[in-house]
């Protein structure tokens, strides 16, 4: 599995952003996609995550209500919008695929995109 990112930037504080990740090498499957997030001074988190049907979603409390992921299964491709962006959203963002729960809050995942930054300015 490949995943490629893209829609990463430099924006200000309040706006939006949409991130894309096209997966290459994936045959249709009930894994869970997802976004993490590498951030400045903290370890990589898991930012949220969809199940390849579209119907189960999860999201850390500190996007929700701003954050949307999507699916586009024509196009092998999930999306993040993100709105109401914060300079503490700035970080690398990865796609994920094959992501699992591992113990309470704590997520993994078997394939990773290259990562796309991420930058948010007051």
């Known amino acids: 599995v490949q995943l490629v990112e893209s829609g990463g930037g430099l924006v200000q504080a309040g706006t939006s952003l949409r991130l894309s990740c096209t997966a290459s090498?994936?045959?249709?499957?009930?894994?869970?996609m997802g976004w993490f997030r590498h951030t400045p001074g903290k370890e990589r988190e898991f930012v949220v995550g969809?199940?390849?049907?579209?119907?189960?979603?999860d999201y850390i409390d500190s996007v929700k209500g701003r954050f949307t992921i999507s699916t586009d299964h024509t196009k092998n491709t999930i999306y993040l919008q993100m709105d109401s962006l914060k300079p503490e959203d700035t970080g690398v963002y990865y796609c994920?695929?094959?992501?699992?729960?591992?113990?309470?809050?704590?997520?993994?995942?078997?394939?990773w995109g290259q990562g796309t930054q991420v930058t948010v300015f007051t």
């Open positions: 090498g994936r045959t249709p499957s009930f894994y869970t």
């Open positions: 994920a695929d094959h992501v699992v729960r591992t113990a309470g809050d704590t997520w993994s995942a078997e394939y």
């Open positions: 969809i199940h390849w049907d579209g119907k189960s979603t």
